[in-house]
Structures are given as C-alpha cells and as structure tokens.
C-alpha cells in the first residue's frame, strides 16, 4: 500500500461531500422555475471564472505555454461542458433515479482509462472495490426519494441515460487525461483558463435563457442557493479536486464520487425528506469499504518497485 495522502484523501472528501449537498440546495433554487438548470449551469462557470481570476491576481502572474492553452482547452471540454452540459441535459431527458445509478459508473470509467493511458494495473482490490462501492451507493439510491420518484412516474429515456454516460466518462478522461498536467501551473492559473474557455462555450446555450430570467423575482433563499453553488460547490470543488488530483490516483480520486449519495440522504434525513434505516448504514460501510480497497491497491509504481526488488 503506498504513503496515505491526507491532504489528496481530505481535498475529495470534503469535494464530494460539498458536492452531494449541492443536489438538494440546487432543487430548492430552481423549485420556483425562475431559474432554469442551463441559468444554473451557466451562473457556476460564469462566478466560478470570475472568482478564479480575482484570486489569480494575488498570486504570481504565470506564463502559460501556447500548446498548455489548447491542452487547458481540452480539459475545460472534458471536466466542465462536456460533463455539466451533457449532465444537465440528461437529467432533463430521464428519471432522478436513472440519472443517480448511472453517475455510479464513473470510477469504472476512470479505472479502465488509468489502465489504458496511465498502464495502472486493474486489481482484484480495484474490482472488489468498485464494486463495493457501486453497490453501497445503488442501496441509498433504490432505496431512497429516488426510486420513489421513479416509481411515481418519472420518465426515462435511453437518450438521456447516454447522456448522463458520456458526462461521466468525460470526467474520468479529464481525471487521466490531465493527472500529470495539473501539476505544471498553479491551481488559480488552470482553473481560470478552464472557467473562462467553459464559459466562452456555454454562452450560445444558455443565452436566451439568461435574458428571459425574471432576475427581480429572486428570493433571498435563492440567492443563498447560487453563492452555495458558485462559491462553495464549485469555485472551492474545483480547487479541492485539483489538490486531490496530484495526489491520488484516477481511480482512488474517482472513488470518492461515492460520498455524494451519502450526504444527499443525510441531509434528506435531517429535513424530514427520508428516514434513517439499517439499509443507510450497510450502504455507507459498503462505500467507505470500497474506498479502502481501491486505495490499499497496488499502483504500478509499486508493481514496479517489486519487480525490480
């Protein structure tokens, strides 16, 4: 088992802890159809950049390298439209609950990836523990609001479940992809560029949706909702997830996608949405379980150090 980094497992904890509270703050601002999830959307990148450069001012000025901008460019594609967009979209076209059990499906993405870009080995604690933590996250979710919302008619549409798909793969890809690049520039540098091609791209979608928004109609709850989403759950995730990037391992990081579920039925339970169970606690100790086998895994860095010995 390589050296515990507390700083890499503590950055996505806290991430996807920040990001499973996100579902149910984000369903409370767009409750009133007053803004819609492109405004949503649109409203995170566009504060997101605008936070970036602010903070980039108070740090070293850094020159980045012409090919470092198209490559910063891909990486905004793959871990901000493609993902938010496509994930959006998505959500539009199919049930909550389709949308949640697919989400589950990004670690096994970002396992196969590392394997094919990065040669990590795919393990039998890799496989153990995705599955753990597969199934962990399924049990809160079929068990919770959202099979309820399934089962109250919801929609779903093989469209929309691709969609949702292809938002996960492209953040797996960024997670490979982008694992060594992330360390050539500070955080604010990356982040900045990334927002701003994000926002450059996202503008022609969201455009009329901008201008029909009531924006007088906003109540001080959603405009507490927004900062939530714009400062916390993506201005300080997207920080978070860079510190646990050059950290951790694609498919460790990955892992932790899994805590979402979590937090989203906790706070549910401390709203009086859901009730506690012996189920919660069983999916809970499966995620975490799964999260230990996938970082108690061999990298192929060890592999090697063995090899070599």
């Not at 919801?154 to 996960?168: E, K, W």
């Not at 793969?169 to 927002?195: C, D, G, H």
């Not at 039925?265 to 100790?285: M, P, R, W």
Request: net charge positive; with cysteine; proline share 3%.
């Amino acid at each position: 088992m390589e050296k515990f980094s507390w700083k890499g497992h503590g950055a996505m904890l806290a991430a996807n802890c920040i990001w499973g509270l996100m579902a149910p703050v984000a369903k409370i601002v767009m409750a009133g159809s007053i803004i819609t999830p492109l405004v949503l959307t649109d409203l995170r990148v566009f504060g997101a950049m605008v936070l970036f450069w602010v903070a980039s001012l108070f740090r070293k000025p850094e020159k980045v390298e012409p090919k470092d901008m198209v490559r910063l460019f891909v990486a905004s594609l793959l871990a901000i439209v493609f993902n938010q967009g496509l994930y959006v979209f998505g959500v539009s076209l199919t049930s909550p609950a389709d949308a949640s059990i697919i989400a589950t499906s990004m670690p096994l993405w970002a396992m196969i990836l590392a394997a094919f870009f990065l040669k990590e080995p795919i393990t039998g604690k890799k496989v153990g523990g995705i599955a753990f933590g597969a199934g962990g996250a399924l049990l809160l979710i079929l068990g919770g609001s959202h099979a309820a919302a399934a089962a109250s008619g919801s929609t779903t549409n093989v469209g929309g479940d691709l969609l949702i798909l292809f938002a996960q793969l492209s953040y797996a890809s960024y997670l490979v992809l982008f694992k060594n690049f992330v360390s050539k520039y500070s955080i604010f540098t990356i982040m900045k560029w990334m927002f701003t091609y994000a926002f450059i791209c996202l503008l022609p979608f969201s455009y009329h949706d901008l201008i029909a928004t009531d924006w007088a109609g906003l109540t001080w709850g959603n405009i507490g909702g927004i900062l939530y989403v714009v400062v916390l759950a993506t201005f300080l995730c997207y920080v978070l997830v860079v510190v646990g990037q050059k950290a951790l391992r694609p498919t460790v990081a990955g892992m932790y996608n899994y805590i979402q579920p979590i937090v989203s039925v906790t706070a549910s339970i401390y709203l009086g949405l859901d009730t506690f169970s012996f189920v919660k606690v069983l999916a809970v100790l499966l995620i975490f379980t799964g999260v230990w086998l996938v970082t108690a895994s061999k990298s192929r860095a060890q592999m090697e150090r063995e090899k070599a010995a």
